[in-house]
């Protein structure tokens, strides 16, 4: 049995650590991103910044430190956020009057800052982002996935009414979905988040949810419609057209770097890591082979595709370096660089190049000639294919054929036994919350998301069998 299946954990850290993407640090669940993984960072990050502003969004940036006293404004906000909060307490050798949290959001804050920039309608819409880290003391943690500390973008919009700030809502979902599979090649379910599931203080959360490689869930992204509740707490009037005081609609909305765990246990294999090459530090390895150091013209040749590619807008590496070409083979599978180019002398004598992409077994014969429009099509049918395998798994792994509870204990036992991915269930829901616990105490499934366009609908609740109010895809979570 492969690491990967029999255990996907240790498999997902010691790819991450062979693949020196990160450092642990003395600070329980915080990370050090090391070069690599952070410009995959920066590359999600352009991406979304691209599209944020296309839609009218600004960045800015608000205090880490937020007082207590901004949490007590809206209870469900601080009930949901007080065991994951850090406090600092002391500064400069003395007691602080008030606690201070290190962020976990940035709701409050910036509900008390709106209050003071939005007085009339002509201030409204405010389309804000900012780029910053978050804390949240998690029990249990997981590089990129759930840590202590983390990266992440969250926007904050004001709107004049509900009308305007639902569709923000729903345009930064279908944003994050547009991104997330065609930068990163990972398929999503986007739908609506059960009240249990929301996010603490919102009328309703909406989220992008995908299947990892060991049948498990992440929360890709999350965008919630807050109504007025944070207008409310934080006092943000407006004076509308027809001279009247009226509470703001407000939004918010996050992604993080637990995209890039995502990535890794999407598309990674036995080898290590498998990258997207539109988001791949290294997209093309140039590597000599034979008696290169012999003749000359090899690492010429090399030196001139190299060349080339860069003028391409291509991240391309030429690895001349005294280890043997396996060892570089190996080395570069290991960080998931997308396609490597092989060159020795018999190559270069028949004036032709060995190509591999990472996620394909064979290498292929390629005309030095036409090695940089080879390379180029590559890269793009990667991209492509890795989305297409993604599918598949996710599709081979979703059962939409159980329509009980006994019949998912059963499914499950089954799984265990057979070593099998247990996936996600496509099951119905009555809309009660005591339903919902049950089978989440029972199979530690929860629910993900009521998604938009199902692939079918189920009619009768798996716990109960009373009649479903929803279609939920339920599934362990990370």
């Given at each position: 049995m ?5 255990n ?23 990370i ?5 993984s ?5 590359h ?89 880290n ?61 009240p ?40 943000i009037?407006?004076?509308n057209?027809?001279n ?105 004598e028949?004036?032709?190049?060995l ?67 247990p ?6 829901w ?35 069998g ?13």
């Amino acid at each position: 049995m492969s690491q990967m299946t029999n255990n996907f954990s240790k498999w997902y850290i010691d790819t991450i650590q062979k693949a020196d993407l990160i450092d642990y640090t003395p600070v329980r669940g915080c990370i050090a991103f090391k070069p690599d993984s952070y410009e995959i960072w920066e590359h999600i990050q352009a991406e979304m910044d691209k599209r944020f502003k296309e839609t009218g969004h600004r960045n800015a940036y608000f205090p880490m430190l937020i007082p207590e006293s901004f949490f007590q404004k809206e209870k469900d906000h601080i009930e949901g956020f007080s065991p994951e909060l850090p406090w600092v307490t002391e500064a400069a050798g003395e007691e602080l009057e008030e606690r201070l949290a290190l962020r976990p959001t940035s709701e409050t804050m910036i509900g008390h800052l709106y209050s003071n920039w939005i007085k009339s309608y002509r201030d409204l819409p405010v389309l804000i982002n900012q780029w910053a880290n978050v804390f949240r003391w998690e029990k249990k943690t997981l590089p990129f996935i759930r840590t202590s500390e983390f990266l992440w973008q969250e926007g904050h919009t004001a709107h004049v009414d509900e009308e305007e700030a639902r569709k923000e809502t729903m345009q930064m979902l279908s944003i994050y979905k547009e991104v997330v599979e065609g930068l990163l090649a990972i398929p999503v379910y986007d739908g609506q988040k059960t009240p249990s599931e929301r996010f603490a203080g919102a009328v309703d959360t909406f989220s992008i949810e995908a299947m990892m490689k060991d049948g498990k869930a992440v929360q890709a992204g999350t965008s919630h419609y807050l109504g007025t509740k944070f207008a409310e707490a934080f006092d943000i009037k407006y004076l509308n057209k027809e001279n009247k005081h009226t509470y703001v609609h407000t939004t918010s909305w996050g992604t993080s770097t637990r995209l890039i765990g995502s990535v890794i246990m999407v598309h990674g294999d036995e080898k290590g890591l498998v990258l997207p090459p539109q988001i791949a530090p290294t997209q093309v390895v140039l590597i000599p082979v034979g008696p290169w150091k012999k003749n000359p013209a090899i690492v010429e040749k090399l030196d001139e595709i190299f060349a080339a590619l860069k003028a391409k807008g291509i991240r391309v590496h030429l690895d001349d370096s005294d280890q043997s070409p396996g060892y570089k083979f190996n080395e570069w599978e290991l960080k998931g660089v997308p396609v490597r180019i092989e060159l020795g002398p018999r190559d270069l004598e028949n004036q032709q190049a060995l190509m591999k992409a990472r996620d394909e077994d064979e290498k292929v014969s390629v005309s030095l000639d036409a090695v940089i429009e080879h390379v180029e099509k590559e890269l793009e049918m990667m991209q492509t294919r890795l989305l297409e395998k993604a599918k598949a798994f996710r599709t081979e792994n979703s059962h939409t054929h159980i329509e009980t509870l006994d019949e998912l204990t059963t499914h499950l036992e089954k799984s265990k036994e057979q070593e099998t991915i247990p996936g996600w269930v496509l099951a119905g829901w009555c809309g009660d919350d005591a339903c919902e616990e049950t089978i989440k105490e029972k199979t530690k499934f929860t629910t993900r998301n009521i998604p938009f366009n199902p692939p079918t609908t189920k009619h009768k609740c798996l716990n109960c069998g009373k009649e479903a109010k929803h279609t939920v895809w339920f599934a362990r979570a990370y």
